[in-house]
Structure formats: structure tokens, C-alpha cells
């Protein structure tokens, strides 16, 4: 069967929102064009715009559900970015000179036992992603397909937030490519590693509830809690959804 990619996304401000693409350009050792561009700081952390940061020193989904449901659209001539949320009115700013904007409108979202978001940060050349490295992330359709049937249900993509969907490997099959290289339009890519899930993912990405067990469901059907693999651009060129993908 054919290799696809089917769907390319960018979640512009990390972990306040996601936005389908239909093609991006690579860069060696970049991740995918504005993609966690923007991440929020919480009053407990240390992040600076100089360097990367890990997780922990932002506000994020797994500490706080309702970030799930926001939907972004980022206007790269603009620079302005759109955030929607059921429960919020639609904000329209310009994430580097109109910070306090997000953090206002954030705030009702965000638990009151939490720290509280206070800046935006932003590290130039650099996405603030999960890894100490600039990741692209990598699922595969039959493995969420798989875990839908396991748990009975219907599963939102945007649960794992991964950039690029890749369809025609058998359920798993992308955890087999870790140590190699694959090809996705002009672009090469090297696969590094497995993602390990958080509860993230047991957020619905319409009502920013948890409303299912994405890990219980992992650890009991597969004996592990992973979904997708983060990769790293070797080879800088254009992808567009519907493009082959490559194993080399």
C-alpha cells in the first residue's frame, strides 16, 4: 500500500491550540514552521527567550484540560493569530506584542489549584517542543484506528497533536522506523524516538474535557503508553498533504 501523508499541523502557541495545513516548508534541524512558535509560562517557571525549556516550566494541557479545545489560525503576513474556545470569544493578537492579551483571555480556562499562566515566551529559530531537540512529531491513521477499536469509541486526532498523519503503515508500524530514515516530498527526515503519552491525550479536543482513558487503553492493549514518533529534519524541502512517503 501506498504511504501517504495525509494531514500536516501546527499548534502555533504550545498547548493553546491547532491548526491544519496543507503544506510546509523543511529546514535542516527546525522544526515545523511555527509550530510551538509561542509557548506560556506559569508563575512558577524559570523559562527565558534565550533558551529551550522542558515542559514542566509551561502551562499545558495535561495540567489543564480546557487548553485542549482551543482551535488557532495564524495569519504569517499579519502576524496575527485567531483563538476559539467554546467557552471564550474568539481572540485576535499579535502574539509578540500583544502578550497580555492571551494571558487574560486564558485565564477563566486555566484550574485554580494550578500556576497561573503570566508571559509568553518565545525563542527565535527555536520550537519549544517536548524534546531538547527541534521535533517534528509522526502518527500513523492505523494506529489510532487501532486504539479506537480497542476502546469502542470514536477518538479525536488532535488528542496526540501531532504534526504529520501518515497513512498505509500497519497499526504500529512507525515505532519499526526509529533508526531510520524516511522521505515525505523534498524533504528527509531521520525517526529518533518513540513518544512517550501524558494525560494530555485523555482531553477531548471539542469540550476540553477527559473524557477517555487514551493510557489505561495503551498500557492494557499494548503494554506501553506510546503513540507516534518524533522526527528530525536531515534534508530541507517542501511537504504538502497528500505527498508519498519514503522508507529508506
Avoid at 517536548?130 to 477499536?149: K, N, V, Y
Wanted: charged share 25%; proline share 6%; hydrophobic share 40%.
Amino acid at each position: 500500500m501506498t504511504l501517504t501523508l495525509a494531514e500536516i499541523w501546527r499548534h502555533p502557541i504550545k498547548s493553546h491550540g491547532r491548526e491544519l495545513v496543507g503544506k510546509a516548508l523543511l529546514d535542516v534541524g527546525k522544526c515545523l514552521p511555527y509550530d510551538r512558535h509561542w509557548a506560556v509560562a506559569h508563575e512558577a517557571s524559570r523559562a527565558s527567550d534565550e533558551q529551550w525549556s522542558p515542559c514542566a516550566a509551561f502551562s499545558r494541557v495535561s495540567k489543564a484540560p480546557q487548553l485542549m479545545a482551543i482551535s488557532a489560525t495564524f495569519d504569517e503576513k499579519a502576524g496575527l493569530l485567531t483563538l476559539t474556545h467554546p467557552q471564550r470569544e474568539p481572540l485576535v493578537f499579535d502574539p509578540d506584542h500583544e502578550p497580555q492579551r492571551l494571558i487574560d483571555w486564558v485565564q477563566p480556562l486555566m484550574p485554580a489549584d494550578r500556576a497561573a499562566s503570566v508571559r509568553v515566551v518565545r525563542v527565535p529559530g527555536r520550537g519549544m517542543t517536548d524534546t531538547d531537540f527541534p521535533s517534528i512529531s509522526l502518527a500513523g491513521m492505523a494506529s489510532h484506528r487501532a486504539l479506537e477499536g480497542r476502546m469502542g469509541r470514536p477518538l479525536a486526532r488532535g488528542r496526540w497533536r501531532a504534526n504529520l498523519w501518515v497513512d498505509g503503515l500497519a497499526p504500529w508500524e512507525e515505532f519499526d522506523l526509529v533508526g531510520r530514515e524516511i522521505r515525505i516530498g523534498g524533504a528527509r527526515l531521520a525517526v529518533e524516538e518513540r513518544i512517550v503519552r501524558c494525560t494530555a491525550t485523555m482531553a477531548n479536543p471539542e469540550t476540553g474535557l477527559r473524557d477517555a482513558d487514551t493510557l489505561a487503553a495503551l498500557e492494557a492493549g499494548y503494554g506501553h503508553t506510546d503513540f507516534g514518533v518524533y522526527t528530525r529534519v536531515v534534508e530541507a524541502g517542501p511537504i504538502r498533504a497528500g505527498d508519498t512517503m519514503e522508507i529508506l
